[in-house]
Structure formats: structure tokens, C-alpha cells
């Protein structure tokens, strides 16, 4: 269904970009052939550059192997390109082709959903009535480009501070100066449904996150936490909340089975059909306790608890004291990488092929399923591989720069 969608409007933009070259060069000239550029007399409409002269669907095609830096790069080219660039059915194509494939996504960064649920095809987002050398163009009911590029990780990166020169004498400095390490509370179904446990992985892994001790302050029937040391120089404490015990998750493991859950308890549910949960006790002690959360959602395929989820994921931000400005870092967990051969590197960020199917939930996906973007809080859904734990030090410098760290890119 997906790979119909994709070539439907893979057609839609082709047509769409054809009209407007008719309307550009309507005489329809061929392409310039050798190196020689033809005499062209005054007063006479140069011929078109060979770039320019390719058909249409050749067009298309080199847009689709670009990054969208390099789309951009090649609307500044001539008057030509930045029209044809600002195709809205061009980005959209691009949108529903590579937001799947994101690795990460924001409170700030999550495109509107009902992009794709408008029309496939509008007359209001026709290039028929643009034309060279105007600044104005017919408005589309959406703007896919800034979506698109407000999304795209490769993006994102360009906007994001670099490290000063005088960083590191600051970082010296700031070691010396003793501050209380911001605490955060790790739940959901990943930490427990997962073939790999990421808490184990992340308590042996020194070479991504050291062990720094365990603090002496102490939850009633929750403990102390485990201390960690991000870049050899933040510390921040995680306190983790297993809905079951060891035991009854290696029997939910062994046979997949309905078990209690310790942290919530239901309290039925609302007006729209929609479960309602309060934390139990030692749950409420913590979230008021916590600077953040971390919740670990499994990103394999088929599982998913949907309302449930988000229902818990609302309780233990109400009992959280200033529960608007608590960051909430989602951990979209898988047990082992994607197998090598469906993977590629694009630039800056690594990419599934398009051509060949995720074993994954994707990030936005995720953040629909979880109600994220219906949050007055800060959230941000990370890709992670409980194996190797791929993604998670973004998810935690992202965390860490809620709570006031400095974080810079080396």
C-alpha cells in the first residue's frame, strides 16, 4: 500500500513539474548538444542550459538522490531551479518518502499529521499560474517545504550551536563548581517486553555512559538510583520503575501473558471510551522528586498498547510538581540493529533503504501513538537499539539540555 501511495505521487509531482516547464519554456527547445554554445543575436531569448533542457522526469529523478541542503543549493542556481524547487507536491512527495525514515523527532520539530491526510491532489497547489521571475506564487493549504526542512535531522544540524574555542577553559571551570546532578525517572514497556534488557546494557557499557556511583539519597521502596557520567562531565541519576518483577517478566517473555501492572492503577475511563490511571504511591513520591522522565517504548513491530500507554504517560506528568516544564524523553526501543542490508549512510544521519521494508516503528509514528504532540511538554522520541545502544546518547544530551546543561557539537 505504501510502495502505491509512493509511486502515485512520484506521478503527481512529474505532472506537476511538467506543466510548469511547459509554462517556462513553452517553445519546447531541445537540448544544446555539444560544447560550442550557438550564436545568439540580440534581442533574442537565450536557449535553455543543458541542465535545464533534461526532461522532466530526468529533473525529478537527480532531486530525488539530493539532500535538502542541496535542493535548496540547486533552487539558487538560476530562476529556473528556485521556481521548480518550491514545488509544494515536490516536498510533499519528499516528506511522505523520508519522515519514516527520521531518527529522531520534537516538540519543535514534528511536522503536522494532516499534511498527509489532505487530498493527493489539489488545484490550489498547481505551478501553473507561477512564473519566472516572480516573488509571489499561489499559496498551498500547507507549506511541505518548511515542514520538511524543519523535520529533517540533516537540517536540524545546521542550526545547531558549534563548540567555541574557549569552550573547554569554561568546561574546566564549570567541573569545579559542585552542582546537584538532575534526576529522571525510567518507565514503559521496553525496559521490560525486549528480548535485550536496555538497563542491563546501559549499566555495562562504560565505553557510552560510565557508571559514576550511586548516590546516598533514597525513595522509599524505589532506592537510590544509578549515577552516570555524560561526555566525562555531566552526572545525572536515574531512578527505574519496573512495573513487574524479574520473575514475571521472564514468564511474560516465555509466554506472552496478561500481568498486573504495580505502577498505575485504573481508575476506568473518561467521557471518550479512553482509560484513566493514578500512580501508585511510591510513583508519585518520584515523579515529584524527578527533573525529567525517560520512557522506554517498544519499537518492534506489533507491540504497542496504544491508549494505555498514553494514559500512563499523562498520569505521571500531572503528578510531577511543575508537570508543563518536565522534559519527557522517549526512548523508541528495538532488541538488535536492522540487518546490514537494507541500511545505507546518507550524510550526516544513517537511513533505512527506501526500498525495503522497516522492522521498526518510526519516530513520528511513535510520537502519534503516545499523544506527544497533544503535550504541553517538552518531548522528543529517539531511535534506540537496546544491543548497542545507538541513539541513546542523543536522547540523553537532548535531556541533559532541558535541564540547563551547556552541550555543544565537538
Given at each position: 500500500?505504501?510502495g502505491?501511495?509512493?509511486?502515485?505521487?512520484e506521478t503527481?509531482?512529474?505532472r506537476s513539474l511538467?506543466r510548469?516547464?511547459d509554462?517556462?519554456?513553452?517553445n519546447?527547445?531541445?537540448?544544446v548538444?555539444?560544447?560550442v554554445?550557438?550564436?545568439?543575436d540580440?534581442?533574442e531569448?537565450?536557449p535553455?542550459?543543458f541542465l535545464?533542457?533534461?526532461p522532466?522526469?530526468?529533473?525529478?529523478?537527480?532531486?530525488?538522490?539530493?539532500s535538502?541542503a542541496d535542493?535548496?543549493?540547486?533552487g539558487a542556481?538560476s530562476?529556473?531551479?528556485?521556481?521548480?524547487v518550491?514545488?509544494?507536491?515536490?516536498?510533499?512527495?519528499?516528506?511522505y518518502?523520508?519522515?519514516p525514515?527520521?531518527p529522531?523527532?520534537d516538540?519543535?520539530?514534528?511536522?503536522?499529521l494532516?499534511l498527509?491526510?489532505a487530498?493527493?491532489?489539489?488545484?490550489?497547489e498547481?505551478?501553473?499560474?507561477r512564473?519566472?521571475?516572480e516573488d509571489?506564487?499561489m499559496?498551498?493549504k500547507?507549506d511541505y517545504?518548511?515542514?520538511?526542512?524543519?523535520g529533517?535531522p540533516?537540517?536540524?544540524?545546521q542550526?545547531?550551536p558549534t563548540?567555541?574555542s574557549?569552550?573547554?577553559v569554561t568546561s574546566?571551570?564549570?567541573?569545579?563548581v559542585?552542582t546537584?546532578?538532575?534526576?529522571y525517572?525510567?518507565i514503559?514497556?521496553g525496559?521490560e517486553?525486549?528480548?535485550?534488557?536496555?538497563?542491563?546494557?546501559l549499566?555495562?557499557?562504560?565505553?557510552?555512559?560510565?557508571?559514576?556511583?550511586t548516590?546516598?539519597?533514597?525513595i522509599n521502596?524505589?532506592?537510590?538510583?544509578?549515577s552516570?557520567m555524560?561526555?566525562?562531565?555531566y552526572?545525572f541519576?536515574i531512578?527505574t520503575?519496573?512495573?513487574?518483577n524479574?520473575?514475571?517478566r521472564?514468564?511474560?517473555r516465555?509466554?506472552p501473558?496478561?500481568?498486573?501492572n504495580?505502577?498505575?492503577t485504573?481508575?476506568?475511563?473518561?467521557?471518550?471510551g479512553?482509560p484513566i490511571?493514578?500512580?501508585a504511591?511510591?510513583?508519585q513520591q518520584?515523579?515529584?522528586?524527578?527533573?525529567?522522565f525517560?520512557y522506554v517504548?517498544?519499537a518492534?513491530?506489533g507491540r504497542?498498547e496504544?491508549?494505555?500507554?498514553?494514559?500512563?504517560i499523562?498520569?505521571?506528568?500531572?503528578?510531577?510538581?511543575a508537570?508543563?516544564?518536565?522534559?519527557?524523553l522517549v526512548?523508541?526501543?528495538?532488541?538488535r540493529e536492522?540487518?546490514?542490508?537494507?541500511?545505507?549512510?546518507s550524510q550526516?544521519?544513517?537511513?533505512?533503504?527506501r526500498n525495503g521494508a522497516?522492522?521498526?516503528?518510526?519516530?513520528?509514528d511513535?510520537?502519534?501513538?503516545l499523544?506527544?504532540?497533544?503535550?504541553?511538554?517538552p518531548?522528543?522520541?529517539?531511535?534506540?537499539v537496546?544491543?548497542?545502544?545507538?541513539g541513546l546518547?542523543?536522547?540523553?544530551?537532548w535531556?541533559?539540555?532541558c535541564?540547563?546543561a551547556?552541550l555543544?557539537?565537538?
Amino acid at each position: 500500500m505504501a510502495g502505491t501511495t509512493q509511486q502515485l505521487l512520484e506521478t503527481v509531482v512529474i505532472r506537476s513539474l511538467r506543466r510548469f516547464r511547459d509554462i517556462y519554456f513553452p517553445n519546447n527547445r531541445e537540448v544544446v548538444k555539444g560544447d560550442v554554445p550557438p550564436v545568439v543575436d540580440k534581442g533574442e531569448e537565450p536557449p535553455p542550459a543543458f541542465l535545464d533542457s533534461l526532461p522532466v522526469d530526468v529533473q525529478f529523478l537527480i532531486m530525488t538522490f539530493l539532500s535538502p541542503a542541496d535542493i535548496c543549493r540547486l533552487g539558487a542556481s538560476s530562476c529556473y531551479w528556485r521556481a521548480l524547487v518550491r514545488d509544494p507536491l515536490l516536498w510533499r512527495y519528499l516528506l511522505y518518502r523520508d519522515m519514516p525514515y527520521w531518527p529522531s523527532i520534537d516538540h519543535v520539530t514534528m511536522p503536522q499529521l494532516e499534511l498527509m491526510d489532505a487530498p493527493l491532489i489539489n488545484k490550489d497547489e498547481s505551478l501553473d499560474d507561477r512564473e519566472e521571475g516572480e516573488d509571489k506564487r499561489m499559496e498551498s493549504k500547507f507549506d511541505y517545504m518548511s515542514e520538511y526542512l524543519k523535520g529533517c535531522p540533516s537540517s536540524r544540524q545546521q542550526w545547531l550551536p558549534t563548540r567555541p574555542s574557549y569552550s573547554v577553559v569554561t568546561s574546566f571551570f564549570q567541573s569545579l563548581v559542585s552542582t546537584s546532578e538532575p534526576r529522571y525517572a525510567m518507565i514503559g514497556p521496553g525496559m521490560e517486553q525486549l528480548d535485550i534488557s536496555l538497563v542491563t546494557r546501559l549499566m555495562n557499557a562504560p565505553d557510552v555512559l560510565p557508571v559514576s556511583g550511586t548516590p546516598h539519597r533514597q525513595i522509599n521502596g524505589i532506592g537510590s538510583g544509578i549515577s552516570y557520567m555524560f561526555n566525562n562531565q555531566y552526572k545525572f541519576n536515574i531512578l527505574t520503575l519496573y512495573s513487574t518483577n524479574r520473575a514475571e517478566r521472564e514468564r511474560a517473555r516465555a509466554q506472552p501473558q496478561s500481568v498486573s501492572n504495580k505502577l498505575f492503577t485504573s481508575e476506568g475511563t473518561d467521557e471518550s471510551g479512553h482509560p484513566i490511571y493514578s500512580p501508585a504511591p511510591q510513583v508519585q513520591q518520584v515523579c515529584q522528586v524527578v527533573d525529567g522522565f525517560i520512557y522506554v517504548a517498544n519499537a518492534e513491530p506489533g507491540r504497542g498498547e496504544g491508549d494505555s500507554e498514553e494514559a500512563q504517560i499523562r498520569a505521571v506528568l500531572c503528578s510531577a510538581r511543575a508537570p508543563d516544564s518536565r522534559p519527557l524523553l522517549v526512548l523508541s526501543c528495538v532488541s538488535r540493529e536492522e540487518p546490514e542490508a537494507v541500511r545505507r549512510t546518507s550524510q550526516q544521519q544513517t537511513i533505512t533503504s527506501r526500498n525495503g521494508a522497516r522492522s521498526r516503528t518510526p519516530c513520528v509514528d511513535m510520537a502519534k501513538r503516545l499523544g506527544l504532540p497533544k503535550l504541553a511538554n517538552p518531548w522528543m522520541v529517539q531511535d534506540t537499539v537496546a544491543e548497542s545502544l545507538s541513539g541513546l546518547l542523543e536522547g540523553i544530551s537532548w535531556l541533559l539540555g532541558c535541564s540547563g546543561a551547556k552541550l555543544y557539537d565537538s
